[in-house]
C-alpha cells in the first residue's frame, strides 16, 4: 500500500491508509479531527507500525508526563509489528522511543534520516520542526530542516502548502521578515485554513510592531479556527498581545477570559492544562501586571494547575510559566518543590536538554520567584549572566519575551541600569526601535532621565 504522497505502508487495509492520510492532514493542519482519524487508522490494522507511531506522536504532543503510559502501549504495538516494517516506518518508531524519554536530539536525528531519503515524509517534517522549535530552540536547524526538503518538493503535490507554511515560520524566527510573510501569504493563498502559516504572519506582525493590523489579522482568520485544536487559543494570545500594546487593557481583560484560558476544546477533555494554554495564559497575565494592570484572582486556578504538575518537564519552557503562578498566588513551599523536583530532571532524567535545565531553565524560575517577592537583585543575578541561553528554553522570540521583560523589570526597580540599558539594546537589535514593548519603551525613558 502506498498513501497520499507515495510513501509505502506496512499494511493490508486500505482503509488504514485512507485514515492515516487524513490524520496527517488533520495533524498539519491544527485540527481535532486528528485522533479521530487516527483511531481509526488502528481499528482497520491495529498491527499498523505507522498507525501506531503516529498515535504514539500525537499522545507525545499533549506534552503532559500523564499520557507517557499510553505512549508505551504505542511503542509496544509498532515493536511487535516491526520485523515487516519498512526502514521508514522502523525510523518512525525509533524517533518516537527517543521522544518519549526526552532523547530529542536522537529523535531529530531519525526523523532528518527519514527525510533524506523521503523528503515529502510530512508527518516527519512537521515532528521535526516541532523538536527544533520546542527543544533545541535553533532557528537555523529548524530553517535548514524545512528548506532542504522544499527543494524536493513538486508545488503540484498535496501539502506543498503546509510547508511553505513551516518555511514561513522558520523565516520569521530566524528575524527574515520580509521572506517570513512572503511564504506565509503563499501558504494561506493554497489553504486559507493553514493555522501555522497564519499564525506565522501574525508573529511577523508582532515582531514588526504592526499591533492594529495584526489584531484585525488574527480576527480575519478566527472561522479558520472553527475546527482547531487549542492552538486557536493560542492565536487569540496573539490577537492579545496586539491589543495590550496598542493599549486595549479592557479588551485584553476580556480576550483573557473569554478566549486565552478558554478550556472547551474536545482535545482537553480530562487535561484541562495544555502546554500552550498556559504558557499564553501566564505570560500573558505577567505581562498586564508588568504594567501595573491589577488581574484579580485569574493567577488562582493557574496556580491550582501548577501544584499537579510539579515534576513534568516534557516541555522546558513550560515550567518558568509554572512558577509564575505558583509565585504570584504565594504558594512558597510549592515553588521549592518545583525548583527541587527541577534539579532531580537535571542530575537524573538523561534527557538531552537536561544541562539546559541546570543552567538556564533553574535560573529562569529562580528570576521569576525572586521577582515576584520583589527581590529585585536576586532576580536579576539569577538570570541575567545567562540570558542569551534563554533560547534553548524553546519556544518563540514572541514568547520567550516575557523572561527578558521579567529582567527588565527588576533591573528597573533594583536601579540596576547598566544591565536594563544592556537588555533594551538587545531587545532593540531584533526589533525597529519604535517598535519595543511598552515595558522596554518605559525603561528607556527611565534611562533617559
Ligand atoms: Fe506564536
Known amino acids: 500500500m502506498r498513501d497520499a ?16 492520510d487524513a490524520t496527517q492532514e488533520s495533524y498539519l493542519g491544527f485540527r481535532v479531527d486528528a485522533a479521530q482519524h487516527v483511531n481509526a487508522a488502528l481499528k482497520a490494522d491495529p498491527a499498523c507500525v505507522m498507525a501506531n507511531c503516529l ?30 516494517a519498512t526502514k ?70 498535496p501539502g506543498y502548502g503546509f510547508v511553505l507554511g513551516m518555511q514561513a515560520f522558520a523565516c520569521e524566527e530566524s528575524g527574515d521578515y520580509v521572506e517570513a510573510e512572503r511564504q506565509g501569504l503563499a501558504a494561506i ?34 472561522a479558520a479556527t472553527a475546527e482547531a485544536t487549542n492552538f486557536k487559543f ?30 472547551g476544546s474536545p482535545l482537553v477533555a480530562g487535561q484541562p492544562d495544555l502546554y500552550i494554554d498556559v504558557q499564553n495564559a501566564a505570560a ?38 509554572w512558577m509564575m503562578a505558583l509565585a504570584a498566588a504565594e504558594r512558597w513551599a510549592k515553588t521549592d518543590e518545583l525548583l527541587a523536583a527541577m534539579r532531580d530532571h537535571a542530575a537524573r532524567s538523561g534527557a538531552s536538554e537536561a544541562d539546559v535545565v541546570a543552567r538556564v531553565a533553574i535560573p529562569a524560575a529562580e528570576c521569576v520567584r525572586a521577582h515576584r517577592r520583589r527581590e529585585w537583585d536576586r532576580a536579576l543575578s539569577s538570570l541575567f549572566p545567562v540570558r542569551h541561553e534563554i533560547v534553548r528554553l524553546g519556544g518563540s522570540h514572541a514568547q520567550r519575551d516575557i ?45 533617559a532621565t
Open 5 to 20: 504522497l507515495g510513501h509505502e505502508v506496512t499494511t493490508s487495509s486500505r482503509d488504514c491508509v485512507a485514515a492515516l
Open 55 to 84: 498515535k504514539g506522536c500525537l499522545t507525545m504532543l499533549l506534552s503532559n508526563a500523564g499520557v507517557l503510559g499510553a505512549v508505551d502501549q504505542r511503542i509496544a504495538a509498532a515493536e511487535a509489528s516491526a520485523a515487516t
Open 88 to 157: 521508514r516506518e522502523r525510523l518512525h518508531l525509533v524517533a518516537l522511543k527517543a521522544w518519549r524519554v526526552g532523547r530529542n536530539d536522537e529523535a531529530l536525528a531519525a526523523w532528518e534520516a527519514i527525510l533524506a531519503e523521503h523528503p515529502h515524509d510530512l508527518a516527519a517534517l512537521r515532528l521535526a520542526h516541532f523538536s527544533y522549535f520546542w527543544t533545541t530552540g535553533d532557528a537555523r536547524r529548524m530553517r535548514s530542516s524545512v528548506e532542504r526538503a522544499l527543494g524536493r518538493w513538486d508545488p503540484a503535490m
Open 189 to 222: 493563498a493554497r489553504n486559507p485554513a493553514d493555522l501555522w502559516a497564519i499564525h506565522a504572519v501574525a508573529h511577523v506582525m508582532e515582531m514588526q510592531a504592526r499591533h492594529g493590523e495584526g489584531a484585525s489579522w488574527v480576527e480575519a482568520h478566527r
Open 234 to 263: 493560542h492565536l487569540a494570545w496573539h490577537r492579545a498581545l496586539f491589543l495590550l500594546e496598542g493599549g486595549r487593557i479592557g479588551d485584553v481583560l476580556d480576550a483573557y477570559d473569554r478566549e486565552v484560558r478558554d478550556l
Open 284 to 321: 500573558l497575565l505577567m505581562r498586564l501586571e508588568l504594567l501595573d494592570v491589577p488581574v484579580g484572582d485569574r493567577w488562582t486556578e493557574l496556580a491550582d494547575k501548577a501544584e499537579k504538575r510539579i515534576g513534568d518537564h516534557v516541555v522546558l519552557f513550560t515550567v518558568p510559566h
Open 403 to 447: 523572561l527578558w521583560q521579567v529582567m527588565a523589570d527588576a533591573a528597573a526597580h533594583g536601579g540596576h541600569m547598566r544591565e536594563l540599558r544592556q537588555l533594551v539594546d538587545e531587545v532593540t537589535r531584533s526589533r525597529p526601535p519604535r517598535s519595543l514593548p511598552t515595558l522596554y519603551r518605559r525603561a528607556g525613558q527611565l534611562l
